[in-house]
């Protein structure tokens, strides 16, 4: 059934809100933005210069993709699309859990698991969270299990730093919506791999992406390299995106890319569109940096390790 949802009504600490969302605009935002005419023109120039350079990155450095595997266009449905590769040894060096340490390792796409209205729901709840900060640099997090929000080179916690008045930004409906998905994930995922989805465990990082062409100002904002999950976190075990918005359309580069020794094979982003993997060296990956435009996502985490387990989100 598709969701029909309104922007919740301003309560009465809205105008406090609104002064903070301003206060965070100006952390990012820094004294270039209170430059005179002249030297805004300049940076106009300047940036069209780094977007035309961003351009030519994308269409040059990832012209060795050798296979997409699931283009914009397409629909997958109603079963996922499912491409099998031999695990690595990774798992091999941490705790097994039966029924749930993978065995059978792969990637998967399925796009009949979250329609585009929820899709759009979770973008109006990842915009307005953002909305309140946001990176400096091109990409911005938002993650309601912790609170973490970028602003500015650094991180707050949401819960703490707006205390009550959250409220005013996200509502239970919200919150309900997205455990819905993460449920669905979890579900499908035991399903393609032959887990037991009650031994599988949401994990962290577990978190809204907002990506766009503005230049790198920490490492945070350096989403582009190759790197490895389970590695680079040691809980995951299996990993998820959410795409909330669609390439091609809402932006162009930012594909997300698996590394593989015979060639690299990429997953185009399409709103809803729902991507699953074993979290080990045998799916080793990166993203595209974005050319122009804004993509959203939602990265969901699993491990079999109930020591790293994290609850869903709620409002305090």
């Not at 907002?210 to 999950?229: F, G, L």
Request: proline share 4%; aromatic share 10%; glycine share 8%.
């Amino acid at each position: 059934m598709a969701l029909v949802r309104q922007r919740p009504a301003k309560g009465p600490n809205a105008t406090e809100i609104e002064k903070k969302i301003k206060r965070g605009n100006a952390l990012r935002q820094g004294s270039s933005w209170r430059s005179s005419r002249w030297l805004g023109a300049l940076l106009l120039v300047a940036v069209n210069v780094c977007l035309g350079a961003t351009w030519l990155y994308v269409t040059t450095s990832d012209s060795d993709i050798t296979e997409t595997l699931v283009g914009q266009g397409e629909i997958v449905s109603p079963e996922p699309r499912v491409f099998t590769v031999k695990c690595s040894e990774d798992y091999e060096n941490y705790k097994r859990y039966a029924g749930c340490t993978p065995q059978k390792c792969g990637r998967a796409i399925i796009d009949s698991l979250v329609t585009r209205d929820e899709a759009h729901v979770l973008r109006r709840l990842a915009e307005r969270g953002l909305a309140l900060a946001g990176s400096e640099g091109g990409a911005s997090i938002l993650d309601l299990h912790s609170g973490a929000l970028s602003m500015g080179k650094q991180f707050v916690n949401i819960y703490r730093y707006f205390g009550d008045q959250i409220s005013d930004v996200f509502t239970a409906e919200d919150f309900k919506l997205y455990s819905d998905v993460r449920g669905r994930i979890q579900a499908v995922i035991a399903e393609t791999f032959g887990l037991d989805p009650t031994l599988m465990y949401l994990t962290k990082p577990t978190f809204f992406s907002r990506i766009n062409s503005t230049a790198a100002k920490t490492q945070h904002d350096e989403y582009w390299h190759p790197h490895i999950d389970k590695e680079t976190y040691g809980s995951f075990d299996y990993t998820s995106l959410l795409y909330l918005s669609d390439y091609g359309s809402d932006f162009t580069g930012g594909r997300f890319i698996f590394i593989d020794q015979n060639g690299n094979r990429t997953v185009e982003p399409r709103t809803g569109r729902v991507s699953f993997f074993s979290s080990g060296s045998e799916n080793i990956h990166r993203v595209e940096r974005v050319a122009w435009g804004t993509r959203y996502a939602i990265t969901v985490s699993f491990t079999c390790d109930p020591a790293h387990a994290i609850s869903d989100p709620a409002l305090p």
